[in-house]
């Protein structure tokens, strides 16, 4: 049974930081992670990906340079450090796993329940 459990949304105020966690059950670490993230009244949008060794890692040009993903293969959970929150960071934010790094979300097998982030200004 694959599971994928997301923690660590709340609310925080504009400019402050947050980090986001994703546990992971019934995977090995050969999978590439992505985190994935919908506003009210928007689509699901591609965020960060990092490859199974954690060598590789992508970013949304929206987020690049405030956004840092990472893993720990060892305890099989991945991370979203946020700095700088603006409240247009606002949103759920979910964690995927997939066989590739890719913005397309089609691309990701496997889904958390996700958790909310709310930027106060």
């Known amino acids: 049974q694959v599971q994928l459990v997301e923690s660590g949304g709340g609310l925080v105020q504009a400019g402050g930081s947050l980090r986001l966690s994703c546990a992971a059950s019934?995977?090995?670490?050969?999978?590439?992670m992505g985190w994935f993230r919908q506003a009210p009244g928007k689509d699901r949008e591609f965020v960060a990906a990092?490859?199974?060794?954690?060598?590789?890692?992508w970013y949304a040009d929206s987020v690049k340079g405030r956004f840092t993903i990472s893993r720990n293969n060892a305890e099989n959970t991945v991370s979203l450090q946020i700095n700088k929150l603006k409240p247009e960071d606002t949103a759920v934010y979910y964690c995927?796993?997939?066989?590739?790094?890719?913005?397309?979300?089609?691309?990701?097998?496997?889904w958390g329940q996700g958790t909310q982030v709310t930027v106060s200004s």
């Open positions: 990092i490859s199974s060794s954690g060598s590789t890692r």
């Open positions: 995927a796993a997939g066989p590739r790094g890719s913005p397309d979300e089609n691309a990701y097998n496997y």
């Open positions: 019934g995977l090995t670490s050969s999978n590439t």
